[in-house]
């Protein structure tokens, strides 16, 4: 299984990001994709999750209405829209794969429901 994240970048408060997030080695319909950032000195924490087969959604409260997860199966991509940055949204950010039968709305931003993980993509939200 392998997760290649690209997209992060230099971006100036209230700007927007896109994520994409390309998965290998795994059939999706098993499988829920999870976005984590990491800030320097912080805990890797987990914000948003897709579930590859039907596309249902978990957001964590910091993220929603700005952060937008979805995918696109053909492509075996999936994808964070990042809106309105804030200085705070600075971190690595990651995606995860985890098996779909164990991961669910109290349990999607829990780092031991996902067993891959990509290698993670910097952004920076900066003046």
């Known amino acids: 299984v392998q997760l290649v994240e690209s997209g992060g970048g230099l971006v100036q408060p209230g700007g927007s990001l896109r994520l994409s997030c390309v998965a290998s080695?795994?059939?999706?319909?098993?499988?829920?994709i999870g976005w984590f950032r990491q800030a320097p000195g912080k805990e890797r924490e987990g914000m948003v999750s897709?579930?590859?087969?039907?596309?249902?959604?978990y957001y964590t409260d910091s993220v929603k209405g700005r952060f937008t997860i979805s995918r696109d199966n053909a492509k075996n991509t999936v994808y964070l829209q990042m809106n309105s940055l804030k200085p705070e949204d600075t971190a690595v950010y990651y995606c995860?794969?985890?098996?779909?039968?164990?991961?669910?709305?109290?349990?999607?931003?829990?780092?031991?429901?996902?067993?891959?993980w990509g290698q993670g993509t910097q952004v920076t939200v900066s003046s």
């Open positions: 995860a794969a985890g098996w779909a039968g164990t991961i669910g709305p109290r349990s999607f931003t829990g780092r031991l429901q996902y067993d891959y």
């Open positions: 080695g795994f059939t999706p319909d098993y499988y829920t």
């Open positions: 897709i579930v590859l087969s039907d596309g249902i959604t």
